[in-house]
């Protein structure tokens, strides 16, 4: 199975690079983790953020694989334990579909992607800032592949 993380913005910093690869770079690949990042929609000044949301979900559902079972990070997600996790990632990996996790920019995800979504996860009921959002879902798929391996990397 390939996990796609679909994201809004780049240029991170070099922390985030590192902390996102080291735990991608654990998973096997039949449990594969790879990064698509895309361009923030124009903000600023003046700027209409709705466009800017709007030209992020084009964007974001373009990067969408056919076939692909989609998840979209949002606030009002369900929220899953790591064990849940690990079942969960079971049932995606045994339904034969590649996975595409859609996380959105600073303003969220346009609701076309939402909408798009074949489930909705909550990684927190708090904010968090979405660098930090790339390495907490790529440490908690490592997590939720070592246990259901049997490693004690869960313990």
Known sequence: ????????GGKMPGWVTEGYEE???RLPG???LELV???LGHRGKGADTARAIRSEGDAMLAAIPKGDRVIALTVDGRP????KLAEQAEEWRMSGHNLSLLVGGPDG???RCVAAADQKWSLSALTLP???VRILLAEQLYRAWTLLQGHPYHK
Not at 1 to 8: G, Q, S, T, Y
């Open 109 to 111: 995800l346009d609701p």
């Open 130 to 132: 979405h660098p930090l």
């Open 23 to 25: 735990y991608a770079r």
């Open 80 to 83: 899953w334990s790591t064990e």
């Open 37 to 39: 990042e895309l361009a």
């Open 1 to 8: 199975m390939r996990i796609r993380l679909i994201a809004v």
């Open 30 to 32: 039949d449990f594969r």
